[in-house]
């Protein structure tokens, strides 16, 4: 078991910046690929980055140039630091880890932190 608890979120101009943390417990940390996702109301839940256990990162391709995921094994902790915010950037964001297991796969979710890109 994973626990994710996020935050950081809020309310932002157009053009600002935010920084969400994301910190785990339970299990071992470093096995688990980390993602950040978001979903507003009546949308799928879509992938924002993620970085696996050796440090590759893929970002969707409307956040990348201005969104950074990274990563720190020794506090148990992933971020995503986002620059240049646009409105549609709206949204709740949600901490993920995701390990490949015998069976298929286990995957954890925190309960999300809310980012509003406004003016």
């Known amino acids: 078991q994973v626990q994710l608890v996020e935050s950081g979120g809020g309310l932002v101009q157009p053009g600002g910046s935010l920084r969400l943390s994301c910190a785990a417990s339970g299990s071992i940390f470093s096995t688990y690929i980390m993602g950040w996702y978001r979903q507003n109301p009546g949308k799928q839940r879509e992938l924002v980055a993620h970085i696996t256990t050796g440090g590759s990162i893929h ?24 620059v240049s915010l646009k409105p549609e950037d709206s949204g709740v964001y949600y901490c993920n880890a995701l390990r490949p297991t015998s069976k298929g796969e286990e995957r954890f979710w925190g309960r999300g932190t809310q980012v509003t890109v406004s003016s």
Request: no cysteine; aromatic share 12%.
């Open 59 to 82: 970002y969707a391709t409307s956040v990348k140039g201005r969104f950074t995921i990274s990563r720190d094994n020794a506090k148990n902790a992933v971020y995503l630091q986002m």
